[in-house]
Structure formats: C-alpha cells, structure tokens
C-alpha cells in the first residue's frame, strides 16, 4: 500500500507473539485493517519500524488538517 493511504498502526505483544495492525484510508469502505505478524523481527528492527511509522502518520495528518 501507498505510505499516504496510512492512517495509525498499532503494535500488540501477546507472550512470544507479536503483531502488527495497520489501517489504511480505502475509497469504498474508508479503512481497511491490515494484520501482519513481527515475531520474527529483533527489538531494534521493531523499534526502527515504530519510528517510521510514526513518521508518515505524522505527515499524513497533517496533509489532511491542511486540505
């Protein structure tokens, strides 16, 4: 998915599993969540990822505030 259809992400730990859920803006419907699963990833490859996800959240809303 393109980076602006972003809207939020969120991380969950449960125990050994990790999961990542993102909702992405959509014409028909609104959002869409997509689930995707981390336990694969190191803390620091998870850390990186947060960081950057919150950089393009930041960004797309504050396109949308000024639109």
Not at 36 to 41: F, G, I, R, V
């Amino acid at each position: 998915f393109p980076k602006y259809k972003l809207i939020r992400f969120e991380m969950v730990n449960i125990l050994f599993f990790s999961k990542l859920y993102v909702a992405i803006s959509s014409k028909n419907t609104g959002s869409i969540l997509l689930k995707y699963d981390t336990s694969y990833l190191t803390k620091k490859e998870i850390n990186d990822l947060k960081l950057s996800l919150n950089k393009v959240v930041k960004a797309n809303n504050e396109k949308r505030h000024q639109e």
